[in-house]
């Protein structure tokens, strides 16, 4: 969120974990921003710890265990709800008033803040800190800018270094490519597929009284 607060923006984002000896573990949200509100609609059946690990990972390479970060097991297992089932989470920053709709279960009160990074997967914040600008290029009908680069940080106390490709259309990341650079067969990529900006309603990013 930036000081002005969210743009008026609808947003699908289309997600892709790679890990090595498996297939590509796919999902799929769709966000609304406007002023100090959001809302996501997760659209693939993954619980909520699932959605924000996959968000809030230190190493942007999604939700690890241990095993798979080294190459030697699958992803963490996952209790998926039913095909066809969608989480959806609102929060509204201002108040810090949060809620989650779940498939047949009343709806659960959290913290907008521990929520809206969900929501600001799709904006560029701070990402391009640190990277090299590569060329520019039309995305979605929108100049953007493409940057490379390498970034290290630590998980859980281990230092980490990653290879990222970042398609930044201020204020939206449109593309965020990670690779681990010691397992090239682990990344994590999140793509925009659709982007509407000023079409988001009040109705929209309003919970439902439930």
Do not use: C
Request: hydrophobic letters at 35%; aromatic letters at 6%; zero cysteines.
């Amino acid at each position: 969120m930036t000081q002005t607060g969210y743009p008026n923006a609808y947003v699908r984002l289309h997600l892709t974990q790679h890990l090595p000896g498996l297939p590509p573990r796919k999902n799929e949200i769709e966000v609304w921003l406007k002023d100090s509100r959001f809302r996501v609609r997760e659209l693939t059946g993954r619980r909520l710890d699932e959605i924000l690990a996959d968000a809030t990972a230190p190493r942007q390479l999604g939700a690890l265990s241990r095993a798979s970060e080294d190459g030697n097991d699958g992803a963490p297992a996952t209790r998926p709800f039913p095909p066809g089932s969608t989480t959806e989470l609102y929060g509204d920053l201002e108040t810090d008033e949060g809620w989650v709709y779940r498939p047949n279960r009343p709806r659960a009160s959290i913290r907008a803040a521990m929520l809206a990074p969900v929501a600001e997967q799709v904006l560029a914040a701070d990402k391009a800190h640190g990277l090299q600008s590569a060329r520019t290029s039309m995305r979605l009908g929108r100049t953007s800018i493409a940057y490379r680069g390498e970034v290290d940080g630590h998980e859980a106390g281990e230092p980490f270094h990653n290879t990222v490709i970042r398609v930044i259309s201020p204020p939206y990341l449109l593309l965020d490519d990670v690779h681990n650079s010691r397992n090239t067969g682990q990344a994590y990529v999140r793509e925009v597929t659709s982007l509407e900006e000023g079409t988001v309603t009040d109705a929209e990013v309003t919970p439902p009284a439930r």
